[in-house]
């Protein structure tokens, strides 16, 4: 099967085309102009990828990438809590997915799975544990990002109900080694660094190869029109930074950040950069998302894909930290 990635230098599309690539398919991947080659997949599998310049905004490219093509992955997107990047977010996240669905139905492509996000579900204000029946509410919990994601999983499912075969999964907040300037990955930076606060709210996390064989076996089977939460466990934020630490071996945060302190801190880094003129570090979003309290179910998945199971978020995190030290300490 000749399938074709878009989003293949993002951190999760790499990790797709690897799964892709070791499974014995045949990949295609589509990357912007001026991406850098992901070096945290090894060279010997991006050699056997087809890698073309493009775009999902672009609909010439996207005709192109699709000849001769059977299936599509759809992960390319934009991930930030930043309001300097929502133009370009919500265009890339929903018109660049209903420029995927569209292409896919015109070109008779079999098959299309399209990485959504946990964050397309919505949060909850209270605690609660979501599973793929929840409908989306809009509230004042959901960042941008959210609704960018939920927008786009809307085009996703318009396109099956006009004949597209696939299925849509959400990941929770994905873990794993990458460039850990960018994307989830800069946890990982954060702790090394020794980072001194934390928070208390609560979060799905999944490691990245997890995430990778969930779409590369739903690719491969027959089930259509569902989605999936692909979740490996609920961590309050706390945990998960401890947890890094004691990977790195350094110090574990220590000073709690109450959510009048997030509010705080955002608007001093906002204010910061106007001086600077670097992006902050924080924003009003980010502040919420890391005292919301939300928990994801991730039972549906392992019920339809027999062969399917989650890594250990422990085990993913010192497997990580390694890879990390490997990388970035010598």
Same mark, same amino acid.
């Given at each position: 099967?000749?399938?074709?990635?878009?989003?293949?230098?993002?951190?999760?599309?790499? #990790?797709?085309?690897?799964?892709?690539?070791?499974?014995?398919?045949?990949?295609?991947?589509?990357?912007?102009?001026?991406? /850098?080659?992901?070096?945290?997949?090894?060279?010997?599998?991006?050699?056997? $990828?087809?890698?073309?310049? =493009?775009?999902?905004?672009?609909?010439?490219?996207?005709?192109?990438?699709?000849?001769?093509?059977?299936?599509?992955?759809?992960?390319?997107?934009?991930?930030?809590?930043?309001?300097?990047?929502?133009?370009?977010?919500?265009? /890339?996240?929903?018109?660049?997915?209903?420029?995927?669905?569209?292409?896919?139905?015109?070109?008779?492509?079999?098959?299309?799975?399209?990485?959504?996000?946990?964050?397309?579900?919505?949060?909850?204000?209270?605690?609660?544990?979501?599973?793929?029946?929840?409908?989306?509410?809009?509230?004042?919990?959901?960042?941008?990002?959210?609704?960018?994601?939920?927008?786009?999983?809307?085009?996703?499912?318009? =396109?099956?109900?006009?004949?597209?075969?696939?299925?849509?999964?959400?990941?929770?907040?994905?873990?794993?080694?990458?460039?850990?300037?960018?994307?989830?990955?800069?946890?990982?930076?954060?702790?090394?660094?020794?980072?001194?606060? #934390? /928070?208390?709210?609560?979060?799905?996390?999944?490691?990245?190869?997890? $995430?990778?064989?969930?779409?590369?076996?739903?690719?491969?089977?027959?089930?259509?029109?569902?989605?999936?939460?692909?979740?490996?466990?609920?961590?309050?934020?706390?945990?998960?930074?401890?947890?890094?630490?004691?990977?790195?071996?350094?110090?574990?945060? #220590?000073?709690?950040?109450?959510?009048?302190? =997030?509010?705080?801190?955002?608007?001093?880094?906002?204010?910061?950069?106007?001086?600077?003129?670097?992006?902050?570090?924080?924003?009003?979003?980010?502040?919420?998302?890391?005292?919301?309290?939300?928990?994801?179910?991730?039972?549906?998945?392992?019920?339809?894909?027999?062969?399917?199971? #989650?890594?250990?978020?422990?085990?993913?995190?010192?497997?990580?930290?390694?890879?990390?030290?490997?990388?970035?300490?010598?």
């Amino acid at each position: 099967m000749n399938v074709l990635v878009t989003g293949g230098t993002g951190f999760l599309g790499a #990790y797709i085309i690897r799964q892709l690539i070791m499974g014995g398919y045949r990949v295609t991947a589509l990357r912007r102009s001026g991406s /850098t080659s992901p070096f945290f997949i090894e060279p010997s599998i991006l050699s056997q $990828v087809t890698w073309l310049e =493009g775009d999902v905004l672009d609909l010439g490219s996207l005709e192109d990438a699709m000849q001769n093509t059977d299936a599509v992955i759809h992960a390319a997107a934009i991930v930030s809590f930043h309001p300097a990047d929502r133009q370009l977010m919500y265009s /890339t996240n929903v018109q660049g997915t209903a420029n995927v669905v569209n292409t896919a139905i015109e070109m008779g492509i079999s098959r299309v799975i399209h990485v959504s996000s946990v964050a397309a579900l919505g949060r909850t204000e209270k605690g609660e544990t979501v599973d793929e029946s929840k409908t989306w509410k809009d509230n004042r919990i959901n960042t941008h990002y959210a609704i960018s994601k939920h927008k786009a999983e809307m085009e996703m499912w318009r =396109g099956m109900a006009e004949g597209l075969s696939g299925a849509i999964i959400n990941p929770s907040t994905i873990l794993g080694y990458g460039n850990w300037h960018n994307s989830s990955c800069a946890i990982f930076r954060n702790v090394y660094e020794e980072f001194p606060w #934390y /928070t208390n709210g609560v979060n799905g996390f999944v490691y990245v190869e997890d $995430v990778a064989r969930a779409a590369v076996q739903l690719l491969a089977s027959d089930i259509n029109m569902e989605r999936f939460i692909v979740n490996g466990d609920n961590w309050t934020f706390h945990q998960l930074l401890t947890s890094i630490a004691n990977g790195f071996g350094k110090r574990p945060p #220590y000073r709690e950040a109450t959510p009048l302190m =997030g509010q705080l801190a955002w608007r001093i880094e906002k204010l910061k950069s106007y001086f600077t003129g670097k992006k902050p570090l924080l924003s009003s979003e980010s502040a919420k998302v890391a005292h919301s309290r939300t928990m994801f179910d991730n039972t549906k998945l392992l019920t339809a894909v027999k062969d399917f199971s #989650y890594t250990p978020l422990e085990f993913a995190i010192t497997r990580s930290c390694e890879q990390y030290l490997q990388q970035y300490s010598r």
